[in-house]
Structures are given as structure tokens and as C-alpha cells.
């Protein structure tokens, strides 16, 4: 059984750091490619980023690209999201994911078959 499972969310004032991250289990996962997702009160859930199973190519929404990264740390079964000079419109639950299959390179969001419970991220101003 697949577990994701995420850590690191709270309340932020805007311009600060805060990194997530996201421990899995029952899968191989040096064979899957992960993404962070959001979703903020009233909204759809959006793609932030990805990264494939090696961490040879990274993906990020256009909205976050220059403020978040995207990490791994296969030998910890960890995918992090580092995020940058936050601002209000960042608070939402955040979500990490796993692709449906191993060696996945190229990712959408229906790609996405294993989901955490989320961490909310809650932006100050």
C-alpha cells in the first residue's frame, strides 16, 4: 500500500521561507516520479511541480517557477518543495504526489494516481 505523507506546513508571514516535505512508502520510489500540488480554499487543485523518478528533469508552473524547488533525496524515500519569498495567494493545502507508474517521464496530472492527506500553508501579509 502506498503512503505519502507530509510534513512542514504552518503559518508563514509573506516574504519568508518554508520547505515541505513528503516521506513515502510501499512503493520502489527511485522508480517514480513525483509532484507537489495545491489547493487553495474555493479552488481547484493545481500542478506546482514535478520531478522524474532520477531527478534529470524538473517541471514547474509558471506561477511558482524562481521561487519554489523541487528536491529529492531517494536514499530517504523524500521529495522536498522549497518555497521562496511566499506571499498570501501561496496559502493552501499542499499535496504531494507519485505517478501511477515507475519510470514516468512525462507528467500531467492525471499521471498522478498516489496522494497524500496534505499540510496547509497558511501566508500571512
Known amino acids: 500500500q502506498v503512503q505519502l505523507e507530509e510534513f512542514g506546513g504552518g503559518l508563514v508571514q509573506a516574504g519568508t521561507s518554508l520547505t515541505l516535505s513528503c516521506v513515502a512508502s510501499g512503493l520502489p520510489f527511485s522508480t517514480y516520479s513525483m509532484g507537489w500540488f495545491r489547493q487553495a480554499p474555493g479552488k481547484e487543485r493545481e500542478l506546482l511541480s514535478t520531478?522524474?523518478?532520477?531527478?534529470?528533469?524538473?517541471y514547474y508552473a509558471d506561477f511558482v517557477r524562481g521561487r519554489f524547488t523541487i528536491s529529492r533525496d531517494n536514499a530517504k524515500n523524500t521529495v522536498y518543495l522549497q518555497m521562496n519569498s511566499l506571499k498570501p495567494e501561496d496559502t493552501a493545502v499542499y499535496y504531494c504526489?507519485?505517478?501511477?507508474?515507475?519510470?514516468?517521464?512525462?507528467?500531467?496530472?492525471?499521471?498522478?494516481?498516489?496522494w497524500g492527506q496534505g499540510t496547509t500553508v497558511t501566508v500571512s501579509s
Open positions: 504526489a507519485a505517478a501511477s507508474e515507475p519510470y514516468r517521464g512525462s507528467l500531467y496530472p492525471p499521471d498522478f494516481g498516489n
Open positions: 520531478i522524474t523518478w532520477s531527478a534529470s528533469s524538473t
